[in-house]
Nanobody, 123 residues
Framework: QVQLVESGGGLVQAGGSLRLSCAAS????????MNWYRQAPGKQRELVAT???????EYADSVKGRFTISRDNAKNTVYLQMNSLKPEDTAVYYC?????????????????WGQGTQVTVSS
């Protein structure tokens, strides 16, 4: 069974930094795409950053130049370094992965979500 576990959220003042981590567990064959999403109260979930297996990276315009997505393949972990945080970055942040893993029914490629971690930026 594949699980994604996020950590690193918290409360920070505007202009501060946080680093989120998302660790994937299970018998993982490949992590094809890893994404960070966020959802603020009353708003739709927003794609923040993407890291593909081939190394392509994309960011939402709202975070370009401030956020950096990276990964550690040996640890099956993806990170989101968030600098120059603004109050409008306040949201629950979720990692999402398209992962190929060996499971009881065989090799399965599927999408998985973490439980979310709260990021609050005070002004």
């Amino acid at each position: 069974q594949v699980q994604l576990v996020e950590s690193g959220g918290g409360l920070v003042q505007a202009g501060g930094s946080l680093r989120l981590s998302c660790a994937a567990s299970g018998i993982i064959i490949s992590i094809n795409i890893m994404n960070w999403y966020r959802q603020a109260p009353g708003k739709q979930r927003e794609l923040v950053a993407t890291f593909t297996r081939g190394g392509s990276i994309e960011y939402a315009d709202s975070v370009k130049g401030r956020f950096t997505i990276s990964r550690d393949n040996a640890k099956n972990t993806v990170y989101l370094q968030m600098n120059s945080l603004k109050p409008e970055d306040t949201a629950v942040y979720y990692c999402n992965g398209n992962i190929t893993a060996r499971q009881s029914l065989g090799v399965i490629r599927a999408d998985y979500w973490g439980q979310g971690t709260q990021v609050t930026v005070s002004s």
